[in-house]
């Protein structure tokens, strides 16, 4: 393979397993495939604009996140389009683009695929013009966010504590659906998420048939219903038993509405929640969504 540069960036915060230990993995293993690297920490505001110039000055092929999938969509957000490789050392709470690109949580198996050095073009998309590289909730997933976020302890115990003390308070909101071709229809709704890959993280899958590549976006909404109905509807959908709406619009009595388009706008005039990617993110009354076709080179095994 070609010269190579890699910029290893870790999130001190993310997750909850030891850093040091990872740090002194990446520096043996780097260091034994002769490849030039540099360890730099994760921007805690999100902004990595200051990676470009570094990337260009320095000749970087590879950056290599090693952290969640709230670091992984900022720093695909800012080198979306460019030549520079995009790897995963999973270590966030869901790591649900890891998962559903079939990266391994162990970080010397990651290692192993980032060396191999096999990169594939997956798509994004925007939601008002921020990026997000996996999924977006709007709604009960996006209250989820914002609570978690808040919690001094990390990791997936406490991640199922917040959704369970939210699913005994879970409301539904109004929204309005409106679809290429200005098809539109209202829905009373617990959720709705926008998946480019297969994954909710920590390998649930809430969108069975979305794929990285398609250039289309997997809608899932969970309609009102009772709580009973919502945990029914919602494990059935996990599991992949509810088959696309072809037409939404006339989806009637369906509990759970399943499709794909390439993009759409969302009416929130009561103000849901949103997550993107896993973190939280202020609420607007319209969201419009779109995808990004071949938006980063992620190296895959």
Same mark, same amino acid.
């Given at each position: 393979?070609?010269?190579?540069?890699?910029?290893?960036? #870790?999130?001190?915060?993310?997750?909850?397993?030891?850093?040091?230990?990872?740090?002194?993995?990446?520096?043996?293993?780097?260091?034994?495939?002769?490849?030039?690297?540099?360890?730099?920490?994760?921007?805690?505001?999100?902004?990595?604009?200051?990676?470009?110039?570094?990337?260009?000055?320095?000749?970087?092929?590879?950056?290599?996140?090693?952290?969640?999938?709230?670091?992984?969509?900022?720093?695909?957000?800012?080198?979306?389009?460019? !030549?520079?490789?995009?790897?995963?050392?999973?270590?966030?709470?869901?790591?649900?683009?890891?998962?559903?690109?079939?990266?391994?949580?162990?970080?010397?198996?990651?290692?192993? #695929?980032?060396?191999?050095?096999?990169?594939?073009?997956?798509?994004?998309?925007?939601?008002?013009?921020?990026?997000?590289?996996?999924?977006?909730?709007?709604?009960?997933?996006?209250?989820?966010?914002?609570?978690?976020?808040?919690?001094?302890?990390?990791?997936?115990?406490?991640?199922? +504590?917040?959704?369970?003390?939210?699913?005994?308070?879970?409301?539904?909101?109004?929204?309005?659906?409106?679809?290429?071709?200005?098809?539109?229809?209202?829905?009373?709704?617990?959720?709705?998420?926008?998946?480019?890959?297969?994954?909710?993280?920590?390998?649930?899958?809430?969108?069975?048939?979305?794929? @990285?590549?398609?250039?289309?976006?997997?809608?899932?909404?969970?309609?009102?219903?009772?709580?009973?109905?919502?945990?029914? !509807?919602?494990?059935?959908?996990?599991?992949?038993?509810? +088959?696309?709406?072809?037409?939404?619009?006339?989806?009637?009595?369906?509990?759970?509405?399943?499709?794909?388009?390439?993009? @759409?706008?969302?009416?929130?005039?009561?103000?849901?929640?949103?997550?993107?990617?896993?973190?939280?993110?202020?609420?607007?009354?319209?969201?419009?969504?779109?995808?990004?076709?071949?938006?980063?080179?992620?190296?895959?095994?």
């Amino acid at each position: 393979m070609a010269h190579r540069k890699i910029i290893y960036l #870790i999130n001190p915060i993310s997750g909850t397993r030891g850093k040091r230990s990872l740090k002194e993995l990446i520096t043996r293993r780097t260091q034994q495939e002769g490849i030039e690297f540099s360890i730099l920490p994760t921007d805690a505001g999100g902004d990595y604009s200051f990676l470009i110039p570094v990337i260009e000055k320095e000749g970087v092929t590879d950056v290599v996140i090693c952290g969640g999938d709230g670091t992984v969509s900022a720093v695909a957000a800012a080198l979306t389009g460019g !030549s520079v490789r995009i790897a995963i050392i999973p270590m966030g709470s869901g790591n649900g683009l890891a998962f559903a690109a079939g990266i391994p949580k162990d970080p010397s198996k990651a290692l192993d #695929i980032i060396f191999a050095g096999n990169a594939t073009c997956i798509d994004g998309f925007l939601i008002n013009g921020k990026f997000s590289c996996m999924l977006c909730g709007i709604g009960f997933d996006g209250g989820v966010a914002h609570q978690f976020a808040r919690e001094a302890k990390r990791g997936l115990g406490t991640y199922v +504590k917040v959704t369970l003390s939210h699913f005994f308070r879970a409301r539904c909101y109004s929204f309005r659906i409106v679809l290429p071709g200005h098809t539109s229809f209202p829905v009373e709704a617990f959720f709705i998420d926008i998946a480019n890959g297969n994954q909710f993280g920590n390998n649930v899958t809430i969108a069975p048939r979305a794929d @990285l590549h398609d250039g289309l976006l997997d809608i899932v909404i969970v309609k009102k219903a009772s709580r009973l109905r919502l945990l029914l !509807s919602a494990t059935r959908q996990v599991l992949g038993g509810y +088959k696309m709406t072809a037409t939404p619009v006339d989806a009637g009595t369906k509990k759970v509405l399943y499709f794909q388009t390439p993009a @759409l706008v969302i009416a929130n005039p009561e103000g849901a929640p949103l997550h993107i990617d896993g973190d939280p993110a202020p609420s607007a009354g319209e969201f419009r969504i779109e995808i990004v076709p071949q938006a980063i080179r992620l190296i895959q095994p």
